[in-house]
Nanobody, 119 residues
Framework: QVQFVESGGGLVQPGGSLRLSCAASGSIDSIFAMGWYRQAPGKQRELVADITRAGSTNYADSVKGRFTISRDNAKNTVYLQMSSLKPEDTAVYYC?????????????WGQGTQVTVSS
C-alpha cells in the first residue's frame, strides 16, 4: 500500500505563493489519478485538484486559475503550486490516489500539511 507524505505548507500572506509536495512511498506511475484535497476547520474535506497519468488536470472552481497540480512519476512526487493565496485557502492539505470519475480517495489519509493564509 502506497503511503503519501505531504510537505511545503506554512504561513503566508494573502496574495502569496506556496508549493506543496507529496512524496509517495512507492511508484505512482501506475496510479491513474492523483488528487490534492483540503480540509478547513469545521468544514468537510474537499478535492481541489487532480491529475491523471497522461497529465490531464481538473480544478475546483474556487482555485481555478490560481493553483497548478503536476506530477513527476520518476520522482514519485506530486506537486501543488499555489498562487494568489486567499485567507479562505487556509486548511490542511492532503494528497491521495483518486478514483477516476469521483472524488473518492483510495488510500489512507496522512498527516497533511498546514497552509495558513493570514496577514
Amino acid at each position: 500500500q502506497v503511503q503519501f507524505v505531504e510537505s511545503g505548507g506554512g504561513l503566508v500572506q494573502p496574495g502569496g505563493s506556496l508549493r506543496l509536495s507529496c512524496a509517495a512511498s512507492g511508484s505512482i506511475d501506475s496510479i491513474f489519478a492523483m488528487g490534492w484535497y483540503r480540509q478547513a476547520p469545521g468544514k468537510q474535506r474537499e478535492l481541489v485538484a487532480d491529475i491523471t497519468r497522461a497529465g490531464s488536470t481538473n480544478y475546483a472552481d474556487s482555485v481555478k486559475g490560481r493553483f497548478t497540480i503536476s506530477r513527476d512519476n520518476a520522482k514519485n512526487t506530486v506537486y501543488l503550486q499555489m498562487s494568489s493565496l486567499k485567507p479562505e485557502d487556509t486548511a490542511v492539505y492532503y494528497c491521495n490516489e483518486k478514483e477516476p470519475i469521483t472524488d473518492y480517495a483510495f488510500g489512507s489519509w496522512g498527516q497533511g500539511t498546514q497552509v495558513t493564509v493570514s496577514s
